[in-house]
T-cell receptor
Framework: DSGVTQTPKHLITATGQRVTLRCSPRSGDLSVYWYQQSLDQGLQFLIQYYNGEERAKGNILERFSAQQFPDLHSELNLSSLELGDSALYFC????????????FGAGSRLTVL | GQQLNQSPQSMFIQEGEDVSMNCTSSSIFNTWLWYKQDPGEGPVLLIALYKAGELTSNGRLTAQFGITRKDSFLNISASIPSDVGIYFC????????????FGEGTQLTVNP
């Protein structure tokens, strides 16, 4: 157990729908990162939050949004889902915004039918 | 943005064999990280390298930070079935220093 908790572990939904993925960082970590891993692709950085504020943005679609709450948990919202959004979504955390060693959760597998 | 070229893309070996994989870039880095992803799990940090020329071991794993600072190597000795998984190299993003850029991974299969 890495200490980073992601829910749900698996999610199946239909095109056009909206889902929310949740992440609780490791105790003491203030920074949360979201990554997408599609089939046959590496890990693509989506967005980073530090202590409730957005710190960095990667190749995140406009249909996707995220936030980090005062208790430091984070949610990734995916809307108007398309087949191509099917992927593993990983959350990672680190103690500070500048830390370069991330601890990953087990991921949420999203399947869009 | 920075791009990491990882090779080989996949490897099929027999138990007991040694494994070598590498990661290269056109950019210079101050940190190289190696992660392993087991099937159905998130990546787990194996080794972190912070100095050019550094050679660091973690059990049967040994990683090296290339002298040019543009590459890194990971070796696994005497492979066992639980070494199966995807191995990723990663480096911190140049400007933010926190978000990681990952290579595309080396898929390792170990036949008993």
């Amino acid at each position: 157990d890495s200490g980073v908790t992601q829910t749900p572990k698996h999610l199946i939904t239909a095109t056009g729908q909206r889902v929310t993925l949740r992440c609780s960082p490791r105790s003491g970590d203030l920074s949360v990162y979201w990554y997408q891993q599609s089939l046959d692709q590496g890990l693509q950085f989506l967005i980073q939050y530090y202590n409730g504020e957005e710190r960095a943005k990667g190749n995140i679609l406009e249909r996707f949004s995220a936030q980090q709450f005062p208790d430091l948990h984070s949610e990734l919202n995916l809307s108007s889902l398309e087949l191509g959004d099917s992927a593993l979504y990983f959350c990672a955390s680190s103690v500070s915004s500048g830390a370069n060693v991330l601890t990953f959760g087990a991921g949420s597998r999203l399947t869009v039918l | 943005g920075q791009q990491l070229n990882q090779s080989p893309q996949s490897m099929f070996i027999q138990e007991g064999e040694d494994v070598s994989m590498n990661c290269t870039s056109s950019s210079i880095f101050n940190t190289w990280l190696w992660y392993k992803q087991d099937p159905g799990e998130g990546p787990v940090l194996l080794i972190a390298l912070y100095k050019a020329g550094e050679l660091t071991s973690n059990g049967r794993l040994t990683a090296q930070f290339g002298i040019t600072r543009k590459d890194s190597f990971l070796n696994i000795s005497a492979s066992i079935p639980s070494d199966v998984g995807i191995y990723f190299c990663a480096t911190p993003e140049e400007t933010s220093g926190s978000r990681l850029t990952f290579g595309e991974g080396t898929q390792l299969t170990v036949n008993p």
